[in-house]
């Protein structure tokens, strides 16, 4: 790894902490040369703390500390990509991140259709809302139209349809998240038991 310390005067370079399982970013830190070595040797992610004017790694009093996963530079060489398994919040202020966000894992536009999902449950605007309607049927209900899409899906693999087949996936996806909820449990539930299963 090719790092350029010499481009700002002072020799750092700006360090980007993300988390290796959720891929959200932590923190922003500083590194110079003895900051890059000492991490690499104790695998606990250490700076060059400018206020303090020395090398300091994170969680030396608090025990929070950023155990190093991996490393990347950008393509100027003046920017590393750190992942981190974190051990507990990474802010100095107590929150998982320093942008005061919680570190969960999130699946995009997924992540996004749940909270949906759990708007128009909570809502429980049966009227106007096809998922409240379907929930306030009751499990038996919701199970069944999940098993109907099922089936739908695989009637159109075997057919030489793609956007119908397509069509059929997303219902199927949509109605397995509303089972999911009705059931008490989230996307996130499921990943973490496909994760235990890689092991």
Known sequence: MNINFNKNADGLVPAIIQDAATKNVLMLGYMNEKALEK???????????RTKNRLWTKGEESGNVLKLVDMKLDCDNDTLLISVNPVGPTCHKGADTCWNEPNIQS???????????????????????YVASLFEKGINKVA????????????????????????????LLFHYLILLQTKGFELNDVVNVLKIREK
Do not use: C, M, P, Y
């Not at 991490?39 to 992610?45: E, F, N, P, R």
């Not at 099922?150 to 997303?170: M, P, Q, R, T």
């Open 107 to 129: 699946f995009g536009f997924l992540s996004s259709l749940e909270d949906v999902i759990t708007s128009r449950i909570k809502n429980a605007d049966v009227q106007n809302s």
């Open 144 to 171: 069944q139209k999940v098993g109907e899409e099922a089936v739908e899906v695989v009637i159109e693999a075997k057919d030489n349809n793609d956007d119908l087949f397509l069509e059929e996936s997303a219902d």
């Open 39 to 49: 991490t690499k040797l104790s695998g606990l992610v250490t700076f060059f703390s």
